[in-house]
């Protein structure tokens, strides 16, 4: 999800009267609903679960379990400091390091479970698995979720009440629980017996799916609407993942390697020049099955044939 959500998210969590509990207690529930997102600024790193997007930071390990009491630790350390400099705080509150700890833990728990309802998904239980998990029960940016905890939040603070945060939380979750079981029945009224599916929600028109499935090597796409039933798309097309070019082609380049490892819909455009052959991978979630748009790789390969000599 984007970040305003993940930040909304958090300072509900925090007006539903934990912000009360310790000083520093809303910018704990913020700032650990986003402290996952941190990767982004670790791709070079050579440790791959560290390097990969909504992988190690993202899972139960990292997450969850390790990142909490380092964000609660620099949190308190500021305190401190603030004190040590005679700062006052208009709130009032003492700090307490435990209430700080439980704050990190929770604002930090809602972000995984966020990244998991989107086509994207996460690597919940990295570093142990590579395994990429989702639910797609919302779009990547849902301005439902934006309003709903928007008001939520206005209506907590102007009228200095928990409730309407809490409202808020729960229509959150009551959501999310439906589009989860709208895009269930979606990829239930895939036709055939597909190894991989996604549902990806629609921003607005939440109800809508624009589905994608692979079946022995082939991509297709379609549309389902509760109300109007499952439209299949365009005939399938091959994916040419099993193509002796391609998977040389997969090896060839660190950026090849790295991002078939993040890909789970991948596929192969070859194009043969002379006695080279340049594969573009690109993932059909986000580029359709013809790699209609730009979100690719490629990798230049050596050919052989009469005309050229054997590598």
Request: with cysteine.
């Amino acid at each position: 999800m984007d970040n305003l959500t993940h930040s909304l998210v958090g300072w509900a969590l925090a007006e539903t009267g934990l912000k009360h509990r310790t000083r520093k207690g809303l910018a704990a529930c913020v700032l650990a609903a986003n402290m996952p997102d941190i990767d982004v600024f670790f791709g070079w790193a050579p440790w791959a679960p560290l390097a990969t997007h909504r992988g190690f930071t993202h899972g139960l390990v990292g997450g969850v379990l390790l990142m909490p009491p380092l964000l609660a630790g620099l949190l308190w350390l500021l305190d401190r400091w603030q004190c040590s400099r005679g700062a006052t705080f208009s709130s009032g509150l003492a700090m307490r390091f435990g209430w700080l700890l439980v704050l990190c833990y929770l604002g930090a728990l809602t972000h995984p479970l966020l990244d998991l309802q989107n086509v994207y998904a996460i690597q919940l239980l990295s570093p142990m698995r590579e395994t990429w998990f989702h639910t797609d029960g919302l779009f990547i940016v849902s301005p439902w979720l934006l309003a709903m905890l928007g008001l939520g939040i206005w209506q907590s603070r102007r009228r200095r009440d928990v409730r309407p945060a809490r409202v808020a939380l729960a229509g959150v979750v009551g959501f999310i629980a439906l589009n989860i079981g709208i895009s269930a029945v979606a990829s239930h009224a895939v036709p055939g017996r597909p190894d991989r599916v996604f549902a990806s929600p629609e921003p607005v028109l939440f109800w809508r799916r624009d589905m994608i499935w692979r079946e022995r090597g082939r991509i297709a796409m379609g549309r389902y609407d509760p109300f109007g039933g499952f439209a299949a798309g365009e005939p399938p097309v091959a994916d040419a993942m099993d193509d002796p070019l391609v998977r040389r082609a997969a090896t060839a380049t660190p950026e090849a390697a790295k991002f078939l490892a993040w890909s789970q819909m991948p596929m192969a455009r070859i194009a043969r020049q002379g006695c080279e052959a340049t594969v573009t991978f690109g993932d059909a979630r986000f580029t359709g099955p013809r790699l209609s748009r730009n979100f690719n790789v490629a990798a230049t390969v050596p050919t052989t044939g009469p005309d050229c000599p054997r590598q």
